[in-house]
């Protein structure tokens, strides 16, 4: 979701980090220790939430990572615009859940770009990640839904355009 030439590619571990981006100050990049593990994720991520949905509801302000075109599909019409997105689950850990969530994607026309499950977390709550190639938003929508009905998930999918392109 960040690109790699960002400072905040860099961050790693417990350490928190946010980039400020300004019409006059330019770029702030702010990084601190952080409370670790999941209360740091869950607490960034929706930070994150908030300023997706306050961005697409209209609102004015800079975009999340100083992705421009996010204002500027606005003038697609409902559902056919195109973006990015990052999708993530939270499962019950068993055999078949990627084929079954894949299977959904391809029913919708969706290309994945990566997918991301880090060894060794709890298979009772177990989070994986997958960026999602550019497609148009109303698919991306449906297909979501459509996940969000899988019996094996332990939370609703989490669905984050992070770029619309025009």
């Not at 599909?73 to 615009?81: E, F, L, T, V, W």
């Not at 960026?131 to 094996?152: C, H, Q």
């Amino acid at each position: 979701m960040i690109p790699q030439a960002s400072q905040l590619a860099g961050i790693r571990g417990s350490t928190n980090g946010i980039q400020l981006i300004g019409n006059k100050g330019g770029t702030t990049t702010l990084t601190g220790r952080g409370a670790g593990g999941e209360p740091t994720g869950v607490a960034v991520l929706s930070d994150v939430v908030e300023i997706a949905r306050a961005i697409a509801g209209g609102g004015t302000g800079s975009t999340p990572l100083g992705y421009s075109e996010w204002r500027e599909a606005k003038n697609a019409p409902a559902g056919k615009s195109i973006l990015t997105a990052y999708l993530r689950l939270v499962v019950r850990d068993r055999p078949g859940i990627l084929a079954r969530v894949c299977d959904i994607l391809a029913r919708h026309q969706i290309n994945i770009d990566s997918v991301l499950q880090e060894p060794g977390m709890p298979q009772d709550h177990l989070p994986f990640v997958m960026t999602l190639e550019p497609t148009e938003e109303g698919s991306v929508r449906k297909a979501a839904a459509e996940i969000a009905r899988l019996s094996f998930l332990v939370q609703k999918p989490l669905l984050l355009p992070f770029a619309k392109l025009p």
